[in-house]
């Protein structure tokens, strides 16, 4: 088990332009979330998934923001017609939740974007 | 709703001397605690976690932390500070009584001088 990834690991793009990212849970976890985490703060929830069941959105995710999670496994995060205040460290981490005492999250390496 | 303060933006500790690093929180339900440590252009790493029982738990790298009912904190400490303990690090809250997501506190640059 490699943990979680996430790629690509750097993003450039000019703004307008839409991007896709991609995260890679840990085998079997049910669990996966997405956070953003901008110079100087914490990472903030974005959404998170259920198995491919997408269970909350925050209202940080803009209707430019879309994510997906098709079979349950591997997710991905869109942003369409992007903006310099999108550019962020985009995170992503999942977890096997059995029961609620066992829900450590553990996090990709993350995605960073940066919109000129 | 909940939420987690860190009332230091850094923490400076000579090498070889203990560290404490602040946080406090806000739940309406049982608070299910976490300790999270980030180095640059890294992601987050797992340090510790408070679910019940104990209230000192410990964690990776030597790390501790105290959970406090009454002062509603779970401060991070370690006896000894290494130079590689110099990063930023989380805490972060889930109510316990809820199905529902992680809440972090806005970090503490942690760093020790050798």
């Known amino acids: 088990d490699t943990g979680v990834s996430q790629n690509p690991r750097h993003k450039i793009t000019k703004r307008g332009q839409n991007v896709t990212f991609r995260c890679d849970p840990i085998?079997?976890?049910?669990?996966l979330y997405w956070y953003r985490q901008t110079l100087g703060q914490g990472p903030e929830f974005l959404t998170y998934?259920?198995?491919?069941?997408?269970?909350?959105k925050s209202r940080l995710l803009s209707d430019r923001f879309s994510a997906e999670r098709p079979k349950g496994s591997f997710s991905t995060l869109e942003i369409q017609r992007t903006e310099q205040g999108d550019s962020a460290m985009y995170l992503c981490?999942?977890?096997?939740?059995?029961?609620?005492?066992?829900?450590?999250?553990?996090f990709g390496p993350g995605t960073r974007l940066t919109v000129l | 709703a909940q939420s987690v303060a860190q009332p230091e933006d850094q923490v400076n500790v000579a090498e070889g001397n203990p560290l404490t690093v602040k946080c406090t929180y806000s739940?309406?339900?049982?608070?299910?605690l976490f300790w999270y440590v980030q180095y640059p252009n890294r992601g987050l790493q797992f340090l510790l976690k408070?679910?019940?029982?104990?209230?000192l738990v410990k964690g990776s790298y030597g790390f501790e932390a105290e959970f406090n009912k009454s002062q509603t904190s779970f401060h991070l400490k370690k006896p000894s500070a290494l130079v590689s303990d110099s990063a930023l690090y989380f805490c972060?809250?889930?109510?316990?009584?809820?199905?529902?997501?992680?809440?972090f506190g806005k970090g503490t640059r942690l760093h020790i001088l050798p």
């Open positions: 972060a809250v889930r109510d316990g009584n809820r199905d529902d997501k992680i809440i």
């Open positions: 998934f259920q198995n491919e069941a997408q269970l909350e």
């Open positions: 981490a999942s977890i096997l939740l059995r029961d609620r005492r066992t829900d450590t999250q553990y």
């Open positions: 408070y679910i019940t029982g104990d209230n």
């Open positions: 085998s079997e976890h049910n669990r």
């Open positions: 739940v309406s339900g049982n608070p299910y």
